[in-house]
């Protein structure tokens, strides 16, 4: 049989020939070891109120359900949105609420009844931590629920029907009760059907350039364009949470964006313009975005932004872009606007600057900054009086963070980096949230930021906290993890005399903890629900390939492993890009932090007793502009050290090798597999195989197809099936949502190798977007990945 194409309508099966026997119609189970964690409830995720006083414990849904996927769905101008509700799909599910106190440990925790029906999701604290915010949806749509710190209980605000389709986990708040939402127009009528009657659907383009990346879910039609404008177009609405008021404000619109300005004044609105794009997702759509009062009331037009269409590769629009609205009482409003027209390489001395617009908002903006590379952030202090302003330099892949004066004196460089950079990187400041809902950078009155970071060294990560003077760039550490544990900083209290961090070694899930210099008090008490990881062995392993290049991987070692055993092994990798050779080596991960894998994770094949590498370093070192030019070059240096390292360390056996990897690290095992005999099998996970259909760039390629057709078609696997001689385990979504890895990219790889006789087989999971969240899904994934590499490597216990 040279070729068999099966569709099986739950797992979505395509493969080339039987050769892992299974039944029909059926999703498969992973070994009961693999099983078992899956089942295990994911640790509660942590969240620490403003006020610090209290953290809620939510216990997430860990996957949702084929039939939670096959809910009917809508894909539209590059968004997907659940038909019922008007909200996100594959929301995570609250399971369980519970509040902490944080300042007394004895103190019980305190269920909050969820209410049955519906799913509750998007937990988010009011700004003074005294209520918080649910969503849940329904069958009749998403409703808005507040519940109380000092009660711990929950109630609906009537009469809200929320609109997520474009403002998702969004709330515009003006202070600690009150807040405005996008709902659903009371009166909108039924959503649009198709006529009877059809006609041509024509584009046209006439002389002028227009390099799209390649989007999924585009309209395509006339009734495509109408769907998306009945279910995207949103009412603004005034909401009280304490007394459970709500009213409309001003007319309905294709709202994209709506933020609280100043003290809760005025708003900053962004909403979507026709005409629609069949090639652009619908954030690249003309926009207008517009001050109003805080009643919805029009204040001022402030730009009217074109269709994102003719922008160079990595460029940007020429006028304003990425609004900033004044967490202060001075409500001002900032901007960007491109000093070279947008085109990054215009060679200028400037490349964008900030704008600033005063109340009442009737004069002309001021210029407030220049920046000689491309604006990336902008982050207001707690003082009210600067900004930390970051630029990148795309040519060297570089960033630089400024001390931004808001008014009056310029700007003070405060660091710069490699984008890349780990070991000398500043770390992130902690931030505070204001009345009004504001995450503003805390500083001390303009005198000091601190910086909180993951700490990367050869060793491995240990977080620290550092404080900054602004007033002579001195670094005073104030905190540094220990060799025992993985500790991050969340928040200095009382002056700097407590410490909040929060905690977890390699057997101990993370916890809060209180640190008064080296006393300890914990604050909560999760403890290990996956005991049986705790025999896996980890160690970072490092050593260097042929031209010196430093690399590293994490070697997990199956719980049931012996010395001396040679084990099939799979090689787990994603390439990255590097200018500098010394940054390419750099460590990241800890040993100390807590074994807790996903359910699509490789590591799940340890409790098999595969030997993974994982996260093994495949860096890409060069010039930047024609780095992808030796690409097949470097990731074969980079397998055949890796390789090396693993046959030393006597664990893995070279002739038992298997290479894997997701997205980008899909497409870099298959042309391993493609250009190289250096391993048995491969598993590629939605990736992309034909780079002439991503052909206006492609990861950090910058070039065209048409600039750099030799590269692009020596990077496309699929032009090289035929060379393509080991077993190869393709796994896609049916709905992949990642620009230019459609699933076709799987499919047509399938069909060369099969027809050219090769050892190939094609997953296609049903509805599953880039990444797989039903539980049905990570399971048939575990399981088809275990069963072909024990097919084609061995059974790990039964020797080679």
Not at 1 to 14: D, K
Not at 140 to 155: C, F, K, P, S
Not at 741 to 760: D, K, M, N, P, W
């Amino acid at each position: 049989m040279r070729q068999l194409l099966l569709l099986l309508p739950l797992c979505g099966l395509l493969h080339s020939a039987p050769l892992l026997a299974q039944p029909v119609n059926s999703y498969q189970q992973p070994a009961p070891a693999v099983r078992e964690l899956l089942d295990t409830p994911a640790q509660p995720r942590l969240l620490i109120a403003p006020d610090k006083q209290t953290v809620a414990l939510l216990e997430l849904r860990r996957f949702s359900s084929a039939e939670e996927l096959a809910r009917p769905t809508l894909r539209l101008a590059g968004t997907r949105f659940d038909v019922a509700s008007s909200g996100p799909t594959g929301v995570q599910g609250v399971q369980k609420l519970r509040l902490r106190s944080l300042l007394n440990a004895e103190a019980p925790e305190r269920n909050v009844e969820l209410p049955a029906g519906g799913l509750f999701h998007d937990f988010a604290w009011a700004p003074d931590g005294q209520r918080f915010v649910l969503h849940r949806r329904t069958e009749q749509g998403t409703e808005l629920w507040v519940g109380e710190v000092a009660t711990a209980r929950l109630r609906a605000i009537p009469g809200i029907k929320l609109n997520e389709v474009l403002v998702q986990d969004e709330q515009a708040w003006l202070n600690p009760r009150e807040l405005i939402v996008t709902v659903l127009p009371e009166r909108r009528g039924a959503a649009p059907q198709q006529r009877l009657a059809l006609a041509p659907v024509v584009q046209e383009s006439i002389g002028r350039a227009s390099p799209e990346r390649t989007h999924p879910d585009l309209l395509k039609t006339p009734l495509d364009e109408a769907l998306f404008e009945y279910h995207a177009r949103s009412q603004l609405a005034w909401v009280d949470i304490a007394s459970g008021a709500s009213r409309e404000l001003g007319a309905p619109a294709l709202f994209s964006s709506v933020s609280s300005v100043g003290e809760g004044q005025y708003l900053l609105t962004e909403r979507v313009l026709r005409p629609f794009s069949y090639t652009l997702p619908w954030d690249d759509f003309p926009t207008v975005v517009e001050l109003r009062h805080r009643d919805g009331r029009l204040l001022r037009e402030l730009t009217r932004m074109p269709m994102r269409s003719g922008v160079a590769i990595d460029g940007v629009l020429a006028g304003p872009r990425v609004f900033y609205a004044s967490p202060f009482k001075d409500a001002a409003v900032y901007w960007i606007e491109a000093l070279d027209g947008g085109n990054p390489n215009t060679r200028v001395a400037f490349r964008d600057r900030v704008m600033r617009l005063d109340p009442p908002y009737t004069g002309e903006p001021m210029e407030v900054q220049r920046m000689p590379h491309r604006f990336a952030r902008l982050r207001f202090l707690d003082d009210g009086q600067h900004a930390l302003l970051s630029e990148i330099d795309r040519q060297r892949a570089w960033t630089r963070t400024y001390l931004l004066p808001l008014r009056g004196s310029q700007s003070k460089p405060l660091f710069e980096h490699s984008l890349r950079e780990r070991y000398r990187h500043p770390g992130n400041p902690l931030m505070r949230t204001l009345a009004n809902g504001a995450q503003v950078v805390q500083s001390q009155g303009g005198a000091e930021l601190l910086m909180a970071g993951v700490g990367a060294s050869a060793r491995g990560d240990r977080p620290f906290l550092d404080r900054w003077s602004l007033k002579d760039l001195s670094v005073q550490r104030l905190f540094q993890s220990s060799e025992t544990h993985y500790e991050m900083p969340q928040a200095l209290l009382d002056d700097g005399r407590r410490l909040l961090t929060l905690r977890e070694s390699a057997s101990e899930p993370p916890n809060l903890v209180l640190r008064e210099g080296q006393v300890l008090t914990p604050l909560t008490k999760l403890r290990d629900n996956q005991p049986q990881l705790r025999k896996v062995r980890r160690e970072l392993v490092n050593f260097k390939r042929a031209d010196g290049v430093e690399m590293s991987f994490w070697m997990y070692l199956p719980p049931d492993y012996k010395e001396g055993e040679r084990r099939p092994t799979l090689v787990w990798a994603y390439p990255l890009e590097y200018s500098d050779a010394a940054i390419a080596g750099q460590v990241s991960g800890s040993i100390n932090r807590y074994n807790a894998f996903s359910g699509i994770s490789p590591l799940l094949l340890l409790q098999e007793g595969f030997v993974v590498l994982y996260d093994a370093t495949m860096p890409i070192v060069g010039d930047l502009k024609t780095l992808n030019d030796g690409f097949i070059e470097q990731i074969t240096m980079n397998a055949r050290a890796i390789i090396d390292k693993a046959e030393d360390l006597g664990v893995s056996d070279p002739k038992r090798m298997a290479v894997g990897g997701h997205s980008y690290g899909a497409f870099m095992a298959v042309n391993l597999l493609a250009h190289t005999d250096l391993f048995k099998a491969g598993v590629a996970r939605s990736g992309a195989y034909n780079r002439t259909l991503t052909p206006f760039g492609f990861q950090s390629e910058r070039r065209s197809l048409w600039e750099a057709r030799d590269v692009y078609l020596r990077l496309s696997p699929l032009l090289y099936a035929h060379q393509i001689k080991e077993a190869l385990l393709l796994i896609h979504g049916e709905a992949d949502n990642n620009a230019g890895t459609q699933a076709f990219q799987s499919e047509r790889l399938y069909q060369a190798i099969a027809g050219l006789g090769g050892t190939v087989r094609y997953v296609l999971l049903p509805n599953e977007a880039h990444g797989y969240t039903a539980r049905e899904s990570a399971g048939h994934v575990q399981w088809e990945m275990s069963q072909w590499l024990k097919a084609h490597l061995g059974d790990p216990h039964a020797g080679p």
